[in-house]
């Protein structure tokens, strides 16, 4: 009883300072619910995140892009209510903030119209949080675009992928979600795999050629394929036979760095052994070297000049 007849003074303070200064004590509010729900959000993203955490321990695969989505959706929401909670503490605008309220389905099908294309970025931007064709760190190729990158990030709008040159796309997510997409690591733990073409001449050894070929791919530090491995003889060109070979590893970039080497390697190999790689020659004649030589005609002879004898007569 004395807690509660102690408590009543400071209620009546406050009160009292409410109807004094309005103006500040709504201020005073406003502030304190944006603090509030600034707390609120760090503290739900740090959940989210240890959430994550221990889910990817468990499941060992990681969906950043559920993560990420998930937790901008919340953040918003929760930035929203503080916001719309904040408003209302002034009396002024509490029946603006609640009409707003109420026509909020007619203001939503309206803003859908007028941003149509934001809407369907936010849209598929759901869809690939919840079937998750890619993740971040992922090999994709846009096949319609000619895109290939890695998934460096997604937002509610757009996804960014990361190219070979190091740049950066800013791809829609509406784009994300109807395009043809080459995932190389949609399956983790499956090696990848990539074919070694080259061309052997007619008159090399062609079993010593597939022999060499089959050593140099198997003998590769980052080769993790079958052995032995199976050299194909793929078929007879004009300037060669040609071989093929399989390179598998572990991940598309030691396949990248796999195959250029075993490349170098086959070169020289194939040299020190005596097989002969065929390659195009141009051979470029001058045609006066080539076409004989017209006789030249000989030059009419020109007539001799007479000599004119001019006889003088005496008188």
Same mark, same amino acid.
């Given at each position: 009883?004395?807690?509660?007849?102690?408590?009543?003074?400071?209620?009546?303070?406050?009160?009292?300072?409410a109807?004094?200064?309005?103006?500040?004590?709504?201020?005073?509010k406003?502030?304190?619910?944006?603090?509030?729900?600034?707390?609120?959000?760090?503290?739900?993203?740090?959940?989210?995140?240890?959430?994550?955490?221990?889910?990817?321990?468990?499941?060992?695969?990681s969906?950043?892009?559920?993560?990420?989505?998930?937790?901008?959706?919340? *953040?918003i $929401?929760?930035?929203?209510?503080?916001? *719309?909670?904040?408003?209302?503490?002034?009396?002024?605008?509490s029946?603006?903030?609640?009409?707003?309220?109420?026509?909020?389905?007619?203001?939503?099908?309206?803003?859908?119209?007028?941003?149509?294309?934001?809407?369907?970025?936010?849209?598929?931007?759901?869809?690939?949080?919840i079937?998750?064709?890619?993740?971040?760190?992922?090999r994709?190729?846009?096949r319609?675009?000619?895109?290939?990158?890695?998934?460096?990030? #997604?937002?509610?709008?757009?996804?960014?992928?990361?190219?070979?040159?190091?740049? +950066?796309?800013?791809v829609?997510?509406?784009?994300?979600?109807?395009?043809?997409?080459?995932?190389?690591?949609?399956?983790?733990?499956?090696?990848?795999?990539?074919?070694?073409?080259?061309q052997?001449?007619?008159?090399?050894?062609?079993?010593?050629? +597939?022999?060499?070929?089959?050593?140099?791919?198997? @003998?590769?530090?980052?080769?993790?394929?079958?052995?032995?491995?199976?050299?194909?003889?793929?078929?007879?060109?004009?300037?060669? #036979?040609a071989?093929?070979?399989?390179?598998?590893?572990?991940t598309?970039?030691?396949?990248? /760095?796999a195959? @250029?080497e075993?490349?170098?390697?086959?070169?020289?190999?194939?040299?020190?052994?005596?097989?002969? *790689?065929?390659?195009?020659?141009?051979? #470029?004649?001058?045609?006066?070297?080539? /076409?004989?030589?017209?006789?030249?005609?000989?030059? $009419?002879?020109?007539?001799?000049?007479?000599?004119?004898v001019?006889?003088?007569?005496?008188?």
């Amino acid at each position: 009883m004395q807690r509660n007849k102690g408590g009543m003074p400071r209620v009546k303070a406050v009160q009292e300072f409410a109807e004094k200064m309005p103006i500040l004590y709504a201020a005073m509010k406003i502030i304190l619910v944006l603090i509030v729900t600034r707390l609120l959000a760090m503290l739900l993203k740090l959940i989210l995140k240890k959430t994550e955490k221990a889910r990817t321990r468990i499941t060992k695969r990681s969906n950043y892009i559920g993560y990420k989505l998930l937790n901008n959706v919340l *953040i918003i $929401a929760l930035y929203i209510i503080g916001v *719309i909670i904040a408003v209302k503490q002034v009396p002024a605008l509490s029946t603006a903030v609640t009409a707003l309220l109420a026509g909020s389905g007619i203001l939503a099908v309206a803003l859908s119209f007028a941003a149509q294309e934001s809407v369907g970025n936010l849209v598929s931007g759901v869809f690939i949080s919840i079937f998750r064709p890619f993740d971040v760190g992922d090999r994709v190729q846009i096949r319609a675009q000619d895109i290939t990158g890695y998934i460096e990030d #997604i937002t509610l709008r757009h996804t960014v992928i990361r190219t070979i040159l190091g740049t +950066r796309l800013i791809v829609p997510n509406s784009l994300m979600g109807s395009a043809v997409i080459e995932n190389t690591n949609f399956r983790e733990g499956e090696p990848t795999r990539n074919f070694v073409d080259i061309q052997v001449s007619y008159d090399s050894d062609l079993a010593l050629a +597939r022999r060499l070929m089959e050593e140099v791919v198997t @003998s590769h530090p980052l080769y993790t394929g079958p052995k032995p491995l199976t050299v194909f003889v793929r078929q007879f060109d004009s300037s060669g #036979i040609a071989l093929r070979a399989t390179m598998t590893t572990a991940t598309v970039d030691d396949n990248f /760095l796999a195959c @250029s080497e075993v490349r170098q390697q086959l070169k020289e190999t194939f040299s020190a052994n005596g097989v002969t *790689i065929p390659f195009t020659t141009v051979t #470029i004649s001058n045609l006066k070297d080539i /076409l004989p030589r017209e006789e030249t005609p000989a030059r $009419a002879q020109e007539p001799e000049e007479e000599e004119l004898v001019c006889n003088k007569s005496d008188d």
